[in-house]
């Protein structure tokens, strides 16, 4: 079983930036496909980024791509989105969500992704 937990979360100003981190359980790093996702209160859960760890295949929403930069650092377990360019319409609670099975993200099939572990969430607050 993958478990992942969320940090890095904060309060900025508008064209500020931010580097949140997911970082995966130590005694195994099988989430092929690391996703991170974003949630307002009465809205539906949006897929922002992902990526397959095992290389190559990376995700971006429109409305984040050219600001946000998804990575990865396998020896710590770790998958960072580094976020540039923050606007109000970015406030939301991040979420990271992990998947062993790798098939749909390594094919670029993020849509068709069910994920399978989820983090806590870290809260990102961007004001005008």
């Known amino acids: 079983q993958v478990q992942v937990m969320e940090s890095g979360g904060d309060s900025v100003q508008a064209g500020g930036s931010l580097r949140l981190s997911c970082k995966a359980s130590k005694d195994t790093y099988s989430a092929n496909c690391v996703g991170w996702f974003r949630q307002d209160p009465g809205k539906e859960r949006e897929l922002v980024a992902g990526?397959?760890?095992?290389?190559?295949?990376?995700f971006y929403v429109d409305s984040v791509r050219g600001r946000f930069t998804i990575s990865q650092d396998n020896p710590k377990n770790t998958v960072w989105l580094q976020m540039m360019n923050l606007k109000p319409d970015d406030t939301s609670m991040y979420y990271c969500?992990?998947?062993?099975?790798?098939?749909?993200?390594?094919?670029?099939?993020?849509?068709?992704?069910?994920?399978?572990?989820w983090g806590q969430g870290t809260q990102v607050t961007v004001s005008s």
């Open positions: 990526i397959y760890t095992g290389g190559g295949s990376k």
């Open positions: 969500a992990a998947e062993q099975r790798s098939y749909n993200c390594r094919m670029n099939r993020w849509d068709r992704l069910e994920w399978a572990y």
